[in-house]
């Protein structure tokens, strides 16, 4: 079953339940805990300030006024408080963020450096992702894409392969075509994958992040026609994130070069991408990635 996340919600405007978001909020709550006492002494020299002021305006000027002014004064000593912790909150939500993405993208890296034959396709898928989606988000329907969901879904896919880690070397790097037996232990990898991910998530704090990165790993090879693997599911319910992956994922095996094969020109890996809208590939998304990568000069 994908995992559900705001994307999906949204692309088929229904109301499904999203993942708890209580978990995503942990890290900025030991923030606060961990700036209580702090925070108790700044409230309890603003509160003596407070009464000392008063209490010299109460003799000079009455009552009124010193209620006014107490107001006033705790309300002007609150200010640069909260604009203090808003800035920590944020700055610390960045660093955990990076680290998470310095993470990913090593444990990325790992695999692709055990298999031989796809130097730089994590790079370049990440960008092919970015480019479709980026596509995408100009037309009304996928207006839920914002460069933040953008983003997130681009740094969950140098992931889309992280289950090759458990496939045998024998078989990741074997220089030539693999036999049947041999391809249906390749095809593991995106359940291994998923799998990896799943237990990953019990301990992140970035549940949407990782339902992206787990909906990717394992359904980045179904097909819209229902004849991929490993689940056999068909047209929209593959998530969005595993077809943009699929485009991706095809395209620059296409036109990148294999121990099997020399790479593709551009305009025949077009071509092949053409062939597969609506069997292997959304036939919308296959559109927009035509479009696009037609009008890049760099991909
Ligand atoms: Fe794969």
Redesign the pocket.
């Known amino acids: 079953m994908p995992l559900e996340n705001d994307l999906s919600i949204t692309e088929n405007s229904m109301s499904k339940p999203t993942l708890e978001k209580k978990e995503q909020n942990s890290a900025v709550l030991g923030i606060y805990s961990s700036g209580v006492l702090l925070s108790c002494l700044k409230i309890v020299a603003m509160v003596v300030v407070s009464a000392l002021l008063s209490y010299f305006i109460f003799n000079s000027f009455g009552t009124v006024h010193a209620v006014l002014a107490t107001v006033i004064i705790s309300l002007l000593m609150l200010i640069p408080m909260f604009i203090y912790y808003e800035r920590k909150v944020t700055k610390q939500g960045q660093k955990i963020v990076s680290l998470q993405n310095h993470m990913i993208r090593t444990i990325a890296d790992v695999i692709e450096e055990r298999d031989a034959s796809t130097g730089g396709h994590i790079t370049r898928t990440a960008d092919l992702v970015e480019m479709l989606l980026q596509g995408m988000a100009k037309l009304p329907k996928y207006s839920f894409l914002t460069e933040a969901n953008i983003e997130k879904i681009k740094s969950a896919a140098p992931l ?2 992280v289950g090759k880690i458990k496939i045998p070397d024998a078989v990741l790097n074997k220089p030539g075509k693999l036999t049947v037996v041999e391809y249906e232990i390749m095809k593991k ?2 359940e291994y994958g998923a799998d990896l991910i799943m237990r990953s998530i019990k301990n992140v704090e970035d549940k949407k992040y990782f339902s992206i990165a787990y909906n990717i790993a394992l359904f ?2 179904e097909r819209y026609d229902g004849k991929g693997y490993p689940t056999g599911i068909s047209g929209e319910q593959i998530p969005l994130e595993a077809r943009v992956m699929a485009l991706a ?1 095809v395209y620059d095996a296409l036109v990148s070069p294999r121990v099997y094969k020399e790479p593709f020109p551009k305009s025949k890996a077009i071509e092949i991408l053409r062939e597969g809208r609506g069997t292997q590939f959304d036939p919308e998304l296959t559109d927009i990635f035509i479009n696009c990568v037609t009008n890049r000069v760099d991909m």
Do not use: G, K, T
């Open positions: 889309h392969d990898h995106s980045h090879h994922d």
